[in-house]
């Protein structure tokens, strides 16, 4: 099943309650997307977003859409949404601040974890999204840690992927690089959305092409471009 709704209805209640209106059209229309798919039982789904390409605000534009259309989440009946990062406590300061500026408060549950919090933590995941930032679990054996807590809540998904459907949740795994996992998808049930960046977005790949990289043991390009003011 699919809904059509206008975003213009979501960006004036933001206005209205006093939310800081921040979040970019990119944002909205990956969210879009990801609710999308999750309509047509799609219930694994990876996010590729570049380094400081704005994924968390992916993140609340996705929380903005279940709470404030109503028949969009009672179709998909979430009732909890888990943001998990690595376990550095200011990137989950962070994502709590951007949260709390940006989305609506009412309605659904929101909880941020820390991968060292997810050795502590039990939760009966079901009717629930859980949102995964790849891209902070450094070591494989901080990502261990991940399957077993998922495990433990119900979603022992590597083995048995009706469990996803048994126990009415989403996965959406935040990454720049997710082949390997897509390549291991014995179901064929994940999806793909990709961030698109905005027209003034600067990464690795753009200082690379504009040539404003350079080796450190060139010690004479580096001292000619930082007296040039490049960097």
């Known amino acids: 099943m699919y809904f059509t ?3 213009n209805n979501l ?9 800081e209106n921040k ?3 990119n944002q909205y229309d990956a969210a879009k997307e990801i609710v999308g798919n999750f309509l047509f039982q799609k219930r694994y789904g990876f996010l590729k977003a570049k380094t400081q390409s704005g994924k968390t ?6 929380v903005n859409i279940l709470k404030f259309y109503k028949k969009i989440n009672s179709t998909l009946n979430i009732n909890t949404v888990f943001f998990i990062t690595g376990d550095n406590q200011d990137i989950k300061e962070q994502a709590e601040k951007d949260y ?3 989305c609506i408060q009412k309605g659904l549950q929101v909880k941020f974890l820390k991968n060292s ?32 807590f998922l495990k ?8 048995n992927d009706e469990c996803m459907e048994q126990n009415n949740a989403y996965i959406l795994s935040v990454s720049a690089t997710p082949w390997k996992e897509l390549a291991n998808d014995k179901f064929g049930t994940k999806f793909i959305v990709e961030l698109e960046t905005t027209s ?19 010690k004479s390009i580096l001292k000619n471009e930082i007296m040039c003011g490049t960097f």
């Open 5 to 7: 709704y206008n975003l």
């Open 11 to 19: 960006h004036n209640y933001i206005e209205y309650v006093g939310l």
């Open 23 to 25: 979040l970019y059209g």
């Open 57 to 62: 605000g992916v993140f609340c534009a996705l």
């Open 100 to 102: 709390n500026e940006s």
């Open 117 to 148: 919090d997810l050795k502590k933590t039990f939760f009966s995941l079901k009717n629930c999204l859980i949102v995964i930032d790849e891209s902070h679990f450094g070591t494989s054996k901080a990502k261990n840690i991940l399957p077993t």
């Open 152 to 159: 433990k809540g119900g979603l022992n998904y590597m083995k």
């Open 200 to 218: 003034d977005y600067k990464g690795f790949e753009e200082f690379d092409d504009n040539k404003q990289i350079c080796t450190l043991y060139d």
